[in-house]
């Protein structure tokens, strides 16, 4: 159980109420252990009337009769505390269950982004659902159902040798071999289930991606083949539910075994001791209770030992996480002012998880309120400079200085607050378009909201949808056009109104003549604020104060449009063949 004592903070945090717990079960279990003495009072009353021992009728049904009822009123007692018992103990595991999912929701917030370029979506989800739940499972029934035993067999076994000390030992001879099979079966429960828990993530995640990219999936017509993928996924997992649960079977009938055993053994030494005269009907009578009432108990030490290791392998894979440290660390501690000058000296940078060299030595410096306009190829390192500025990823080599403090000296959550991203790939959230705008800024005005629609040159078509600005989006803004999405994306990012503005080809998937209105109301919006525009296109970046061209990680031009178009090189070809597409298109 080393993996789940990451829970003992919790414990803690709940033992109040645990304690309390604990104390109402063991009165719970105290007034149901009444039941077999006071049979065992009745049956010897029964006796003793028969013999002539008590020769009163009256007196022998008064004494039954206050017997019953107080087996009744024990009954009721029992009842209640066992109410309030699952009140407590129950409640516990849902608190649990509360903080253990948030604190791995906090940790995913936490980690940096190269982290989930290495770990599925699917897994992520499922460790924070079906792991959790499963260790809410320890947490409340297992613990609950481990103090009722223990109690029912203090208790019990105590009266019972008291009694009759033969009988006893008779009793529980059982036991020993019962722990011995539960030791056994409990080790491979636990590899099974880390099986069974593993296939759930590959699942989840198959159907998440299956989900996300279903126009895809229909825009290839391969359904047949995913069912087909699935379907496989399907019958493996089930055949490690179905292996899982082959063990988990033989709990149940071993203790039915072992019980019945102790049944025997009960009724044959306990009948030869009450014919020699050493125990009473009576004492037989309630032994044979006792056993049978401690059959359930027993028979959930196999139950609540399984909980116990699927709850230790899932705790486990949740620990795995929770162990990670972000690569990204904040490193200062006071709050920091970003104005927005960024400069990069001799900075190099490579993704480790595929070893691609994206910068290669890049220098360059961008003072504050001025506008950098970044062209290249694909796979030129355009969208990474963008990324190394929001700090998700530290370099390798060189510098990157913002406000001229090193960007690893600036309070993260500061810098992040003074930047407005707009990615390539725009992803909008499953709300209103209203709430995706003001993701930016959360107390925004419906008015502020509206301007900034204007400046990204999608309010007309937002006021055409029926309920307009509170018109409901689709998974990853899918009701959306391409370019609606990346305006509105635009949107969210200039009503935050911050110091630094990165634009990643954000209007890739605009029309020419929407692109200059958004560019002209973005040159105002962007005033006094620091810009960097990365882009396909020279008409997005030739009013820039400054133009660098990348090739393989590498500036190989720089300059502003005017330079550039009278210098012979990539950017020259580019305008120019831009410019003869555009001729063309308007012929």
Same mark, same amino acid.
Request: proline share 2%; net charge neutral.
């Given at each position: 159980?080393?993996?789940?004592?990451?829970?003992?903070?919790?414990?803690?945090?709940?033992?109040?109420?645990?304690?309390?717990?604990?104390?109402?079960?063991?009165?719970?279990?105290?007034?149901?252990?009444?039941?077999?003495?006071?049979?065992?009072?009745?049956?010897?009353?029964?006796?003793?009337?028969?013999?002539?021992?008590?020769?009163?009728?009256?007196?022998?049904? %008064?004494?039954?009769?206050?017997?019953?009822?107080?087996?009744?009123? %024990? %009954?009721?007692?029992?009842?209640?505390?066992?109410?309030?018992?699952?009140?407590?103990?129950?409640?516990?595991?849902?608190?649990?269950?509360?903080?253990?999912?948030?604190?791995?929701?906090?940790?995913?917030?936490?980690? #940096?982004?190269?982290?989930?370029?290495?770990?599925?979506?699917?897994?992520?989800?499922?460790?924070?659902?079906?792991?959790?739940?499963?260790?809410?499972?320890?947490?409340?029934? +297992?613990?609950?159902?481990?103090?009722?035993?223990?109690?029912?067999?203090?208790? %019990?076994? #105590?009266?019972?040798?008291?009694?009759?000390?033969?009988?006893?030992?008779?009793?529980?001879?059982?036991?020993?071999?019962?722990?011995?099979?539960?030791?056994?079966?409990?080790?491979?429960?636990?590899?099974?289930?880390?099986?069974?828990?593993?296939?759930? #993530?590959?699942?989840?995640?198959?159907?998440?991606?299956?989900?996300? @990219?279903?126009?895809?999936?229909?825009?290839?017509?391969?359904?047949?083949?995913?069912?087909?993928?699935?379907?496989?996924?399907? #019958?493996?997992?089930?055949?490690?539910?179905?292996?899982?649960?082959?063990?988990?079977?033989?709990?149940?009938?071993?203790?039915?075994?072992?019980?019945?055993?102790?049944?025997?053994?009960?009724?044959?030494? /306990?009948?030869?001791?009450?014919?020699?005269?050493?125990?009473?009907?009576?004492?037989?009578?309630?032994?044979?209770?006792?056993?049978?009432?401690?059959?359930?108990?027993?028979?959930?030490?196999?139950?609540?030992?399984?909980?116990?290791?699927?709850?230790?392998?899932?705790?486990?894979?949740?620990?795995?996480?929770?162990?990670?440290?972000?690569?990204?660390?904040?490193?200062?501690?006071?709050?920091?002012?970003?104005?927005?000058?960024?400069?990069?000296?001799?900075?190099?940078?490579?993704?480790?998880?595929?070893?691609?060299?994206?910068?290669? @030595?890049?220098?360059?410096?961008?003072?504050?309120?001025?506008?950098?306009?970044?062209?290249?190829?694909?796979?030129? @390192?355009?969208?990474?400079?963008?990324?190394?500025?929001?700090?998700?990823?530290?370099?390798?080599? /060189?510098?990157?200085?913002?406000?001229?403090?090193?960007?690893?000296?600036?309070?993260?959550?500061?810098?992040?607050?003074?930047?407005?991203?707009?990615?390539?790939?725009?992803?909008?959230?499953?709300?209103?378009?209203?709430?995706?705008?003001?993701?930016?800024?959360?107390?925004?005005?419906?008015?502020?909201?509206?301007?900034?629609?204007?400046?990204?040159?999608?309010?007309?078509?937002?006021?055409?949808?029926?309920?307009?600005?509170?018109?409901?989006?689709?998974?990853?803004?899918?009701?959306?056009?391409? @370019?609606?999405?990346?305006?509105?994306?635009?949107?969210?990012?200039?009503?935050?109104?911050?110091?630094?503005?990165?634009?990643?080809?954000?209007?890739?998937?605009?029309?020419?003549?929407?692109?200059?209105?958004?560019?002209?109301?973005? +040159?105002?919006?962007?005033?006094?604020?620091?810009?960097?525009?990365?882009?396909?296109?020279?008409?997005?970046?030739?009013?820039?104060?400054?133009?660098?061209?990348?090739?393989?990680?590498?500036?190989?031009?720089?300059?502003?449009?005017?330079?550039?178009?009278?210098?012979?090189?990539?950017?020259?070809?580019?305008?120019?063949?831009?410019?003869?597409?555009?001729?063309?298109?308007?012929?």
């Amino acid at each position: 159980m080393k993996e789940l004592q990451h829970l003992n903070k919790y414990f803690y945090k709940y033992r109040f109420r645990l304690l309390i717990g604990i104390f109402i079960t063991i009165i719970a279990r105290v007034f149901l252990l009444f039941t077999p003495r006071l049979v065992r009072e009745i049956i010897n009353t029964v006796v003793k009337f028969k013999e002539g021992v008590i020769t009163d009728e009256a007196v022998f049904r %008064a004494e039954i009769l206050e017997d019953i009822l107080w087996i009744i009123g %024990a %009954a009721l007692l029992a009842g209640f505390f066992t109410f309030l018992m699952r009140q407590t103990i129950i409640n516990v595991s849902r608190y649990i269950e509360f903080d253990l999912k948030n604190e791995v929701y906090k940790q995913y917030q936490r980690l #940096s982004l190269n982290f989930y370029k290495k770990n599925r979506t699917g897994d992520l989800m499922n460790r924070i659902t079906e792991d959790v739940s499963a260790v809410r499972m320890y947490a409340g029934p +297992a613990i609950m159902y481990t103090i009722n035993t223990v109690t029912l067999f203090v208790i %019990a076994l #105590s009266y019972m040798f008291q009694e009759a000390p033969k009988l006893t030992l008779y009793t529980i001879l059982p036991l020993p071999i019962l722990s011995l099979a539960i030791y056994r079966l409990s080790k491979e429960i636990h590899k099974r289930s880390t099986i069974v828990q593993e296939y759930l #993530s590959k699942l989840s995640t198959f159907t998440q991606e299956a989900f996300s @990219g279903i126009s895809v999936i229909k825009a290839y017509s391969i359904e047949p083949q995913v069912n087909s993928d699935f379907n496989d996924l399907s #019958s493996g997992s089930r055949q490690k539910q179905l292996d899982l649960v082959k063990v988990r079977a033989l709990f149940f009938p071993m203790m039915i075994l072992l019980i019945g055993a102790s049944n025997l053994l009960v009724i044959y030494i /306990g009948g030869r001791q009450y014919i020699e005269g050493e125990i009473e009907l009576g004492t037989l009578t309630e032994f044979i209770i006792y056993v049978n009432m401690l059959t359930w108990p027993v028979a959930t030490i196999g139950w609540v030992t399984s909980l116990v290791q699927q709850a230790e392998a899932s705790q486990k894979r949740i620990n795995e996480f929770l162990k990670v440290e972000p690569e990204i660390q904040n490193n200062s501690l006071e709050r920091t002012n970003v104005v927005g000058d960024i400069e990069f000296k001799n900075v190099h940078f490579t993704y480790d998880d595929t070893n691609i060299k994206a910068i290669k @030595g890049i220098s360059f410096k961008v003072n504050y309120g001025e506008t950098l306009a970044i062209i290249g190829k694909t796979g030129s @390192g355009k969208s990474t400079i963008l990324d190394l500025v929001g700090r998700l990823y530290d370099v390798d080599e /060189g510098e990157i200085r913002i406000s001229n403090k090193p960007i690893e000296n600036l309070h993260l959550t500061d810098l992040r607050e003074n930047i407005g991203y707009v990615p390539q790939d725009a992803f909008l959230f499953s709300d209103t378009i209203k709430n995706n705008i003001k993701f930016g800024k959360e107390d925004a005005t419906d008015n502020e909201v509206i301007a900034a629609a204007k400046n990204a040159s999608v309010h007309s078509n937002i006021k055409k949808f029926n309920k307009g600005y509170n018109t409901i989006l689709g998974e990853r803004g899918i009701t959306l056009s391409g @370019g609606q999405k990346q305006r509105v994306s635009i949107a969210r990012a200039i009503i935050k109104k911050p110091n630094i503005l990165l634009f990643d080809d954000c209007l890739s998937a605009v029309d020419t003549e929407t692109e200059e209105k958004i560019l002209k109301n973005l +040159a105002k919006v962007s005033s006094g604020k620091t810009t960097i525009i990365v882009s396909h296109r020279i008409s997005s970046a030739k009013n820039a104060d400054k133009i660098i061209v990348l090739d393989d990680g590498k500036i190989i031009q720089e300059g502003t449009h005017e330079d550039l178009v009278n210098t012979e090189g990539y950017y020259k070809e580019l305008y120019l063949k831009q410019l003869s597409e555009s001729t063309s298109s308007n012929l």
